[in-house]
């Protein structure tokens, strides 16, 4: 039997966002005209589950990993179902669509009632932050050794804003608006790149960290995934990163 080698709860979280998406696609499936949608929600289809074959395989062990063949097989008899009826091109490709993602919906659903009786050899491990600059390590060390994930992502899109009020000495501002007056493309005070469509492109990031990252991760919830907060900490450590490297713009003198 194969075992659980990551810890239950975030085994939990992220088979919880992935029904949730999964369960998004089939509504939007069965509410969404198949002439307009089928391409894309044929693209959506396969990076949700392929996303699934890879979080089944990497989250049990190897050996007779039975969770992956039986999510393979769940929707095995969807074409042959759908064969059998007589509808236009398009509308059988929907209709599999359809017929494919609910049993395997199915099966997500029954493998979270049974994670408590699954049995584990996790040993929860705090990500490593040891790749990440050293602001991030500073503002989210101690909260992802707590795992206090979302506490850490919130803590350091907080410290990048500060970093930024620091080097444009601009204590007065933060948020969206600091990151305006700072990147700015017209009359920037640090300058990120010497293309202007490129420096419109950074601030445009610092701007989206406060008000979409930095705000999301504030209402702090305890399900955040570990996995998902070290992507956001990798992200941020990269603007820290250009944040070092932007060069102050010196004010044109009025003669």
Known sequence: MSKLTIPKKQFAATLQRQLTEGKKLLQNLSQTAPELT???????????????????????TILNNQYVRQYTNADAWAHILVAAEVVPKNVYQFNVLKRRLSPKIDFLEELLIKLDFIAS??????????????????????RVASEHYSDAVFATCTALDKAVQQKVQRPDLNGKQLMDIAFTPKNPILRLSGHDNEQTG???LFQGTMQAIRNHYAHNDPTTDPARALEWLTFLSALFHKLDEALPVEPLLVT
């Open 38 to 60: 089928v391409n894309q929600q044929e693209r959506d289809f396969k990076l949700w589950d392929s996303y699934n074959t890879e979080l089944l395989r990497q989250s049990f």
């Open 121 to 142: 050899d996790d040993k929860p491990v705090a990500p490593s932050l040891a790749h990440l600059h050293p602001a991030v390590q500073q503002a989210a060390g101690s």
């Open 202 to 204: 950074f601030m445009l």
